[in-house]
């Protein structure tokens, strides 16, 4: 990928970087080891951001060096800076971070341009990291930046809620953006429901309340209802049921105000009566049953680059097919969050499936860990070996992994062990001798830490795939048929 756009900046700050002459700015970024030191002129940097002229203006001149001034930006890497300086070419998640970096910076034509190319040209990875870009574009105070990426995201957001409401870090969500979800009249999401989450997430942003409900305080309910009085307005509480109602907003209706509960109880008994408070519309659901979200992404873990990098480790190629060259598509087998994470169910769905691949997401690192197998799984079978040349493991690049690892069987007799109906209870999949193993002592693969990839080179693939021994536990995993275009 190259980048074509801001020649006139790109060249201005090329030359000025090469040119030692009468600087008059210093620009000190990254820590410790990595910190590194760039030279500047003031005219240039007032010119094209806005970011250094106030940083400019409230800097010391250093009289002991010629007058220059030094700007100090420890968290920002100094790779993202020079990428900013010389933007050449440069992978998606590098992108990213540039944005992040120049809205900082506030370089508002760059970042804005970089934001337009993520969601034009790599709508694929954004939704791959769903969480941690989403989260990140409402974590400043600055609500009318990122609008594309915002809409972007709340778009997904309307048509599959859970995306966000059933993720690990929902309760870290910023105001701001559950505010932006709230607000939305067409969100696939029952009002009840939606009830429930506000009130999960208002009380995750208080961890002092009392966390048995039937203690709380007159003070505990003031301080809920001060974090969620720009939340409450949203929620269409005249178009939840009676039951749902007495059931669940009852509990708290000390925080919903005297009058809006009058009212909610007035609508009960008499309906065609006007009631004072505000009565927002229905949201607009386009169908109660919610088609589910897993038969129309590819997959919820791996993005369309990872399935690229895996066709071509099929094919064993030298260069990796581009996207629009890959020979391979993908038909669902099984997802743990559908299916089930039980040992038993993968060997029951996956049953005679020749060359399928298992991805799975590790808890705590968002690690992507996977194998393929050439061969038929086979649930019928006594505990034994598989022999094949031709299978792999892998660990795939993420936000936190720079590079991939692939991993080739060396010794085909030992390539897969499948095992007999009693050990199906809690193994799954096996690659090696535990080089990458689903493994649960409570048939759960997300409830206990067994899985494991053992950290040892003398094996019977090429090398490790994770550089740790400790065993762990998954948050998803998944098993797709690799089936030719």
């Known amino acids: 990928m190259s980048f074509k756009f801001f020649d006139k900046l790109s060249q201005d700050f090329s030359e000025l970087l090469n040119d030692k002459k009468e600087y008059n700015v210093v620009i000190e970024v990254d820590k410790e080891e990595n910190k590194k030191s760039f030279t500047s002129h003031?005219?240039?940097?007032r010119y094209r951001s806005t970011f250094f002229t106030k940083e400019l203006e409230n800097t010391v001149t250093n009289a002991n060096e010629n007058h220059v001034k030094t700007i100090n930006k420890p968290n920002i890497s100094a790779q993202i800076f020079e990428i900013i300086l010389n933007i050449e070419n440069i992978e998606t998640k590098i992108i990213y971070e540039l944005m992040i970096v120049a809205n900082e910076l506030e370089f508002k034509e760059l970042y804005e341009k970089l934001e337009s190319y993520l969601i034009e040209s790599k709508a694929s990875w954004l939704r791959t990291h769903f969480s941690r870009v989403y989260h990140s574009i409402f974590d400043n105070n600055k609500c009318n930046e990122f609008k594309g990426l915002k809409q972007f995201y709340n778009d997904i957001i309307t048509k599959h809620p859970n995306l966000i409401f059933e993720s690990e870090d929902f309760t870290s969500l910023q105001e701001t953006a559950l505010i932006s979800i709230l607000e939305k009249d067409n969100l696939q999401l029952e009002e009840i429901k939606l009830?429930?989450?506000?009130i999960k997430w208002g009380i995750a942003q208080n961890p002092k309340l009392a966390t048995n409900f039937e203690e709380w305080s007159k003070e505990n309910f003031k301080t809920l209802k001060t974090t969620l009085q720009q939340c409450l307005p949203l929620i269409r509480y005249f178009h939840i049921s009676e039951k749902d109602v007495w059931e669940k907003l009852k509990p708290y209706r000390k925080i919903l105000g005297t009058q809006l509960w009058d009212d909610l109880y007035q609508q009960r008994l008499l309906p065609n009566q006007p009631v004072k408070s505000l009565v927002l519309p229905a949201r607009i659901i386009?169908?109660?049953?919610?088609?589910?979200?897993v038969?129309?992404?590819?997959?919820?873990?791996?993005?369309?680059?990872?399935i690229a990098e895996i066709s071509t480790w099929i094919d064993r190629k030298?260069?990796?097919?581009?996207?629009?060259?890959?020979?391979?598509?993908?038909?669902?087998?099984?997802?743990?969050?559908?299916?089930?994470?039980?040992?038993?169910?993968?060997?029951?769905?996956c049953n005679g499936h020749a060359g399928t691949i298992v991805i799975a997401k590790v808890a705590g690192t968002d690690e992507i860990l996977g194998g393929y197998n050439p061969l038929a799984w086979d649930n019928s079978t006594e505990s034994t070996y598989m022999e094949t040349n031709d299978s792999f493991i892998f660990s795939l690049k993420n936000v936190n992994i720079q590079n991939s690892i692939l991993s080739r069987v060396v010794d085909k007799?030992?390539?897969?062990?499948?095992?007999?109906?009693?050990?199906?209870?809690?193994?799954?999949?096996?690659?090696?001798?535990?080089?990458?193993?689903?493994?649960?002592d409570v048939s759960d693969f997300t409830k206990d830490k067994e899985c494991w990839c053992i950290y040892d080179s003398d094996h019977f693939y090429e090398k490790s795939i994770r550089k740790t021994d400790d065993k762990f536990s998954i948050v998803e995993n998944e098993v797709f048929k690799i089936v030719k275009k």
């Open 318 to 349: 030298s260069t990796i097919y581009s996207l629009t060259n890959v020979p391979y598509k993908l038909q669902l087998i099984l997802r743990g969050s559908k299916d089930g994470f039980q040992p038993k169910t993968f060997w029951n769905m």
């Open 286 to 293: 386009s169908n109660p049953e919610l088609p589910q979200r």
């Open 413 to 440: 007799s030992f390539a897969l062990e499948y095992y007999d109906s009693n050990n199906q209870k809690t193994f799954g999949p096996c690659f090696g001798d535990c080089e990458f193993l689903l493994y649960s």
């Open 295 to 306: 038969n129309k992404l590819i997959s919820t873990i791996i993005s369309e680059e990872h």
């Open 195 to 198: 009830w429930d989450y506000v």
């Open 42 to 45: 003031s005219v240039v940097l």
